[in-house]
């Protein structure tokens, strides 16, 4: 049977013949056995007759089977029996036949024992460096609760008032190579003078579009997505080091290094939020302040004018009146630039200049409209919260998360001691004053002072967990789960945090992080430059609430001036430990650095062979090169110096001879030296040899 062959299906027509050829190839059987035995004619005629009635029967059987199989469902047949079909409705009837192809020999699999490396490379994407390394004064109108409660989420570019840079380096504009005046930065990050970004634009080669590409990146540029800037300078560094001849105390790009003194303040962050800020009189806020004072389902975003959110905050809202007074420093830039344009002559400036102060002054305008009275609700109520937890704080010269044991005790004694009446009177106003504080941060500030007698809140906190702040040093740490994270960091704002090992001895030191020192004053023994990742933000949780991509610094600093020697004791191993660690990582960079020179070095000297061979085995070269040997060579050489020595030597002699008697016998001038022969004199004209012939043209004659 012909594998290769279609299945077959069977039809109407075919199985009629088939039937017609059954029923007909007896009576063809009959009929030749008839004609050999032509003796009997009447058996013959009984014969014939009962053969019609058969063929009548088995014709009418066999039209009986074609109209049952006409009704058979084909497909029901071959299901039942085992059979299939094809996507064009054709049924395989090769399971009758008990034909079936042989299984196909699969190859066994290969185990991969490579181990696939994870990374966490991730494409460059602009949008996510720009959320990742500037920060951003809001418009108040927007909504920015997906962002408050992420980082990774970017903001709307058309909810951006203001974009915030630190850096240390100067910045200069692509176009004009000068410190940017009014400076904007577009949406691909890049910063540029307000008069030269319009003058850039206004050049573009078709006049209907209302972009052009970025000179620097080659980004689509808008006039409307243009931000303001403002710049800022780092100053955590008091004290830089004296500068090293060793390359490996370079200044990094957050502008730290090895031996600097930096300046860093203690950081508290809620476990549920992502707003992180210093310690000081008015942070933490008290949960019970921010629900007298906000609404529950109104989220707490910073101000400009909150304490602490200028420098540290991530975004923040803006005032009208602090963008109009932004706008008022970008347009006195402006007509700065507009006085040394006319000094300097420059007459092409001054209608993009102008255009500048025009957009300033629509944008002043806009803000004016902008200012509504819930606004100023809003704005007026975030001023009095903090504004009433400083006050408390100072009157009652409680600081929050830091008291120092003495004060404690003197203050009580003091408390003791004044049974007077101007004690009592102090008591009064002491309560006057208590009378003057919101009723929920006096309860949150009195749990807290009890130490370890707890107190019962009131029944709008119990639905509030006790805060882990102020617990004893005795309690087990891992036993209770930390609500809030706290870290330093540099006290400008920068990226800069004080190493993971560092903060644990500080803990070991204080016992409580309520007893950390609000700022330390500490030197850089190791810089550490790093990106934020998955894997790091999940190693330090404390840095959370910053996006990914972002380039944080890990500082490793001497605590030996910090802490006291037993603590340094406990803690040695593993100081050396790190140490150890940086230094080996320090070798294998400067092996494999090593290793890549030399396998540069090997493969300059391979080219090299590889070239002398080429002209070792080239005939053009080996046809012209001498049989002798490089001694040989050498001592030709040396043979042949020496004899131009000899000749010049003997030259020198004679011509010292000849000059003594040419010098004795020529003329001499009134101070007895030999007397030059002018040049004219000797040289014969050069030109006396040279016969000018003059040339007659002859006439030109009529022609005949």
């Known amino acids: 049977m012909n594998v290769s062959a279609p299945s077959f299906v069977p039809t109407k027509t075919s199985t009629?013949?088939?039937?017609?050829?059954?029923?007909?190839?007896?009576?063809?059987?009959?009929?030749?056995?008839?004609?050999?035995k032509p003796r009997h004619k009447n058996n013959n005629h009984q014969k014939k007759r009962s053969n019609k009635k058969r063929t009548q029967s088995n014709n009418k059987v066999s039209n009986q089977l074609v109209n049952d199989f006409d009704n058979l469902d084909l497909v029901r047949v071959a299901q039942r029996t085992g059979g299939s079909t094809d996507k064009k409705g054709r049924v395989s009837l090769n399971h009758l036949l008990s034909f079936s192809f042989p299984e196909r020999q699969r190859q066994a699999p290969i185990p991969n024992y490579r181990r696939t490396k994870v990374t966490s490379y991730q494409p460059f994407n602009k949008e996510r460096f720009i959320n990742a390394n500037f920060r951003f004064i809001l418009n108040p109108a927007g909504d920015y609760i997906y962002q408050l409660a992420d980082p990774d989420i970017n903001f709307d570019w058309d909810t951006i008032e203001q974009v915030l840079i630190s850096t240390s380096e100067a910045q200069a504009c692509p176009i004009c190579l000068s410190p940017p005046t009014a400076p904007r930065v577009t949406k691909c990050g890049h910063i540029y003078c307000l008069p030269c970004i319009l003058h850039y634009l206004e050049l573009?080669?078709?006049?209907?579009?209302?972009?052009?590409?970025?000179?620097?990146?080659?980004?689509?540029?808008?006039?409307?997505?243009?931000?303001?800037?403002?710049?800022?300078?780092?100053?955590?560094?008091?004290?830089?080091?004296?500068?090293?001849?060793n390359p490996t105390t370079s200044t990094l790009s957050c502008g730290v290094r090895e031996g600097d003194q930096i300046e860093m303040t203690l950081i508290q962050r809620s476990n549920h939020s992502t707003l992180a800020f210093p310690v000081s009189d008015t942070w933490p806020l008290p949960q019970n302040v921010i629900s007298n004072?906000?609404?529950?389902?109104?989220?707490?975003?910073?101000?400009?004018?909150?304490?602490?959110?200028?420098?540290?905050?991530?975004?923040?809202?803006?005032?009208?009146?602090?963008?109009?007074?932004?706008?008022?420093?970008?347009?006195?830039?402006l007509n700065d630039a507009l006085s040394d344009a006319t000094g300097w002559g420059s007459t092409e400036e001054f209608p993009f200049i102008e255009q500048s102060l025009t957009m300033i002054s629509n944008k002043?305008?806009?803000?004016?409209?902008?200012?509504?009275?819930?606004?100023?609700?809003?704005?007026?109520?975030?001023?009095?919260?903090?504004?009433?937890v400083a006050k408390y704080s100072k009157k009652h010269g409680k600081a929050p998360m830091q008291q120092d044991s003495a004060l404690k005790k003197k203050s009580e004694a003091a408390v003791a001691e004044a049974g007077d009446e101007e004690g009592e009177k102090k008591k009064e106003e002491e309560k006057k004053k208590e009378e003057e504080v919101p009723e929920a941060y006096r309860q949150y500030q009195l749990l807290h002072q009890a130490g370890t007698a707890p107190i019962e809140p009131p029944p709008t906190q119990l639905h509030q967990p006790p805060p882990s702040l102020h617990r004893p040093s005795s309690v087990n740490e891992s036993s209770m789960p930390t609500q809030d994270y706290y870290f330093y960091q540099a006290i400008d704002g920068q990226h800069v945090y004080l190493h993971p090992l560092d903060i644990r001895i500080l803990k070991h030191?204080?016992?409580?992080?309520?007893?950390?020192?609000?700022?330390?004053?500490?030197?850089?023994?190791?810089?550490?430059?790093?990106?934020?990742?998955?894997?790091?933000?999940?190693?330090?949780?404390?840095?959370?609430h910053l996006p990914l991509a972002c380039d944080v610094t890990f500082l490793e600093i001497?605590?030996?001036?910090?802490?006291?020697?037993?603590?340094?004791?406990?803690?040695?191993?593993?100081?050396?430990?790190?140490?150890?660690?940086?230094?080996?990582?320090?070798?294998?960079?400067?092996?494999?650095?090593?290793?890549?020179?030399?396998?540069?070095?090997?493969?300059?000297?391979?080219?090299?062979?590889?070239?002398?061979?080429?002209?070792?085995?080239?005939?053009?070269?080996?046809?012209?090169?001498?049989?002798?040997?490089?001694?040989?060579?050498?001592?030709?050489?040396?043979?042949?110096?020496?004899?131009?020595?000899?000749?010049?030597?003997?030259?020198?002699?004679?011509?010292?001879?000849?000059?003594d008697a040419n010098s004795s016998s020529g003329p001499r001038t009134v101070w007895g030296t030999r007397q030059i022969v002018p040049q004219e004199e000797t040289m014969t004209d050069w030109a006396d040899h040279i016969i000018v012939t003059k040339s007659h043209r002859k006439k030109k004659g009529k022609r005949h």
């Open 558 to 659: 001497n605590v030996k001036d910090i802490v006291s020697s037993e603590t340094v004791d406990i803690y040695n191993q593993e100081l050396v430990a790190r140490v150890k660690k940086r230094k080996d990582k320090e070798k294998r960079e400067d092996q494999k650095k090593r290793q890549a020179e030399s396998k540069q070095k090997l493969q300059v000297e391979k080219e090299q062979e590889a070239e002398r061979q080429v002209l070792e085995n080239d005939p053009f070269f080996t046809m012209y090169r001498s049989s002798m040997t490089a001694e040989e060579h050498e001592e030709q050489l040396s043979q042949a110096l020496a004899e131009s020595a000899a000749t010049a030597s003997a030259s020198a002699a004679t011509s010292g001879l000849e000059s």
């Open 509 to 544: 030191e204080y016992g409580d992080y309520s007893q950390f020192p609000h700022t330390l004053q500490v030197q850089a023994t190791h810089v550490q430059e790093s990106t934020l990742t998955d894997e790091l933000r999940k190693k330090c949780k404390y840095l959370s």
């Open 16 to 36: 009629s013949l088939s039937n017609t050829i059954q029923d007909n190839s007896p009576t063809h059987h009959n009929d030749s056995n008839n004609n050999q």
């Open 364 to 388: 002043m305008k806009q803000l004016r409209q902008q200012q509504t009275k819930e606004l100023d609700l809003a704005m007026h109520t975030s001023e009095m919260m903090f504004e009433a």
């Open 204 to 245: 573009r080669e078709n006049p209907k579009k209302l972009w052009r590409k970025c000179p620097i990146c080659w980004d689509s540029i808008y006039e409307a997505d243009l931000k303001p800037v403002r710049m800022t300078k780092p100053f955590a560094v008091t004290e830089h080091s004296k500068p090293s001849p």
């Open 293 to 333: 004072y906000i609404k529950p389902d109104t989220p707490l975003i910073p101000w400009h004018f909150t304490p602490g959110a200028m420098t540290f905050a991530r975004f923040m809202l803006a005032s009208p009146d602090y963008l109009e007074g932004e706008y008022k420093r970008d347009r006195i830039e």
